[in-house]
């Protein structure tokens, strides 16, 4: 059962350009929306999270989007850099939990 | 601070073999995390603790075994490794409940032979 279904799988951008990737969650009683930047060879690291409360969060060009009604959230990068590219994981978890349920990742080409 | 650590970097299995993988954080987290990674499915969690000598299964945990006697250190044993375990490993740490950042390790990957 895949509680957070993610899309695309990947992702081509022009430098400059806006990078969306949206993300779907089945479990109503998630509460935390984290988005994990991972480089090739490397850990995953947060980039970016929400709780429901709100509907947008912004961290200089990256912003998350969320729609609780439509149990939706997504990654906008704007004006993106080649330096961007990387795979971009969505996750959720819910209270009381400690883990983190991730998407399948999307992976992210910022072409010069 | 060195954050997560893991060893080792890569290693080869054969079929049948055991092996440990260590992880260790010097961040004085309660909460620490194994997760394995397979292309195209995202990352599963395997085993997480809550503190010391507290461990619980995650999503995927069968054929995998986890201590935790220091809040340091949380290494993942695999008896028997097999095919189906070839995949990049990763530990992570938090500081507290749910909502805290993850702090990840660069992983370890495996290729069972």
């Known amino acids: 059962q895949q509680q957070v279904k993610q899309s695309p799988q990947s992702l081509i951008v022009q430098k400059g350009g806006i990078s969306i990737i949206n993300c779907a969650y089945e479990n109503t009683a998630f509460d935390y929306f984290p988005w994990y930047q991972q480089f090739p060879g490397k850990g995953p690291a947060l980039l970016i999270a929400?709780?429901?409360?709100?509907s947008e969060k912004k961290e200089g060009r990256f912003t998350i989007s969320f729609n609780k009604s439509a149990k939706q959230f997504s990654l906008h990068i704007m004006d993106s850099q080649p330096g961007d590219s990387a795979t971009y994981f969505c996750a959720a978890s819910k209270a009381g939990r400690r883990a983190l349920t991730f998407g399948s990742g999307t992976r992210l080409q910022v072409q010069p | 601070n060195a954050g997560v650590t893991q060893t080792p970097k890569f290693r080869i299995l054969k079929i049948g073999q055991s092996m440990t993988l260590q992880c260790a954080q010097d961040?004085?987290?309660?909460?620490m995390y194994w997760y394995r990674q397979d292309p195209g499915m995202g990352l599963k969690l395997i085993y997480y603790s809550v503190g010391a000598g507290i461990t619980d299964k995650g999503e995927v945990p069968n054929g995998y075994n986890v201590s935790r006697s220091t809040t340091e250190d949380f290494p993942l044993r695999l008896e028997l490794a097999a095919p189906s375990q070839t995949s990049v490993y990763f530990c992570?740490?938090?500081?507290?409940?749910?909502?805290?950042?993850?702090?990840f390790g660069p992983g370890t990957r495996l290729l069972v032979l």
């Open positions: 929400i709780r429901p409360d709100v």
């Open positions: 961040m004085n987290h309660n909460y």
């Open positions: 992570a740490s938090s500081y507290g409940v749910a909502g805290e950042t993850q702090y």
